[in-house]
């Protein structure tokens, strides 16, 4: 039986080693909070704006924009190499966990991806080998929570 991680790489086409490459730099330093900020804004702005796919933006239609800015970027700070923000206000990330509620799909993580490749692409703070360092984490961690879904839904093991 595949780990979690083994699926991940498998469905998102990310090594471990690539997706992982965010613990051999500290993404936090070399960019700052601001990066993340608007990193996060500029996404959730795409999510919430998101006329072609209802049912991707439905998913997120109980939560407060504002909040999730907040918990991404924390999250993105605490994992990027800066100080334990999330942690300190909302305790351990438990991704997975946390997640549970929510349809975590394949085609749904190629949405959220494809939102997170546009916020990428229009956040000038974040330099280009950041950018790549930082979507093939975020790629490979998409479907380590799709993996974790089929946990709560085992006959979803299709990747559609």
């Known amino acids: ?17 690539d997706a992982f490459a965010i613990d051999s730099t500290n993404l936090f330093q070399k960019l700052g ?3 993340f900020i608007n990193l996060s804004t500029n996404f959730y702005t795409r999510v919430y704006d998101d006329e072609e796919e209802e049912w991707f933006r439905s998913i997120f239609a109980d939560s407060k924009k504002e909040e999730a800015i907040q918990n991404q970027y924390e999250f993105f700070v605490q994992r990027m190499g800066g100080p334990p923000l999330y942690s300190q206000r909302k305790g351990h990330p438990a991704l997975i966990g946390r997640h549970r509620p929510f349809p975590v799909t394949h085609r749904a993580a190629e949405r959220w991806l494809h939102h997170m490749q546009n916020a990428l692409d229009s956040t000038p703070e974040i330099d280009p080998e950041s950018k790549v360092i930082m979507m093939n984490f975020l790629r490979h961690t998409a479907f380590f929570l799709v993996a974790g879904d089929e946990l709560k839904n085992p006959k979803s093991t299709s990747p559609v």
Do not use: H, P, T
């Open 1 to 17: 039986m595949q780990s979690l991680q083994e699926k991940a790489s498998e469905w998102s086409g990310v090594d471990s080693a």
């Open 33 to 35: 909070l601001q990066a």
